[in-house]
């Protein structure tokens, strides 16, 4: 049997090139989860129609993982969100009438329904006011802007910074949030 040994120059500093790559990719993906969770906290300020507690918004967090040797990065858990959080995505109408009152006039007044900006607060005391909701809440759409957003932001490094990488010896190795193609981050931390 005959045994050959070779050796090809410049794999390893290939190989080695690759891995700072995802090793930078993964940074820049804790990053962006970071941001996407201070952009949805964003879009659910911008986008509510009366006053907010922010339990919503609050509720929202980031959460890394590995499922073999996938690693992940996601926002916001289901389980760990308040129950209503589907109807201010998507708009519709709360549970079933509730007992309660509007945090400055009380009662509520059927000439401001659909225009009222107070703040229900559900206290479930039968001594106040039965609230009936007769118009559908209006959608924020805090999600479908946020994974808008998501999607301009990496499709964009990818469009500028991936297409000029080199197998070999890589002319770009990104080391920080305004180097990884997101100069947005930097100027958050100052």
């Known amino acids: 049997m005959i045994k050959i040994n070779f050796e090809v120059k410049?794999?390893?500093?290939?190989?080695?090139?690759?891995?700072?790559?995802?090793?930078?990719?993964?940074?820049?993906?804790?990053l962006l989860g970071d941001a996407t969770v201070e952009?949805?906290?964003?879009?659910?300020?911008?986008?509510?129609?009366?006053?907010?507690?922010?339990?919503?918004?609050?509720?929202?967090?980031?959460?890394?993982?590995?499922?073999?040797k996938i690693f992940w990065v996601?926002?916001?858990?289901?389980?760990?969100?308040?129950?209503y959080w589907a109807v201010c995505?998507?708009?519709?109408?709360?549970?079933?009438?509730?007992?309660?009152?509007?945090e400055e006039t009380g009662k509520p007044i059927s000439a401001l329904r659909g225009k009222g900006t107070e703040r229900w607060i559900h206290?479930?005391?039968?001594?106040?006011?039965?609230l009936k909701p007769k118009t559908p809440i209006r959608p924020l759409r805090y999600?479908?802007?946020?994974?808008?957003?998501?999607?301009?932001?990496?499709?964009?490094?990818?469009?500028?910074?991936v297409s000029k990488i080199q197998v070999?010896?890589?002319p770009f190795l990104p080391t920080s949030a305004a180097s990884?193609?997101?100069p947005w981050l930097e100027k958050s931390k100052r």
Do not use: C
């Open 10 to 30: 410049g794999l390893n500093e290939a190989i080695n090139d690759v891995k700072k790559l995802l090793y930078a990719v993964d940074r820049g993906l804790v």
């Open 39 to 68: 952009k949805m906290r964003e879009n659910i300020k911008k986008s509510a129609h009366r006053y907010s507690s922010g339990r919503l918004g609050n509720s929202i967090k980031r959460y890394i993982g590995h499922t073999g």
């Open 74 to 83: 996601g926002v916001g858990k289901i389980s760990e969100l308040p129950k």
């Open 89 to 102: 995505e998507w708009g519709g109408y709360i549970p079933p009438a509730n007992l309660g009152y509007f």
């Open 123 to 130: 206290t479930g005391n039968r001594k106040d006011f039965l």
């Open 143 to 161: 999600i479908f802007h946020t994974v808008q957003w998501v999607r301009r932001i990496w499709s964009g490094y990818w469009a500028s910074y």
């Open 168 to 170: 070999k010896g890589l």
């Open 180 to 182: 990884f193609g997101f």
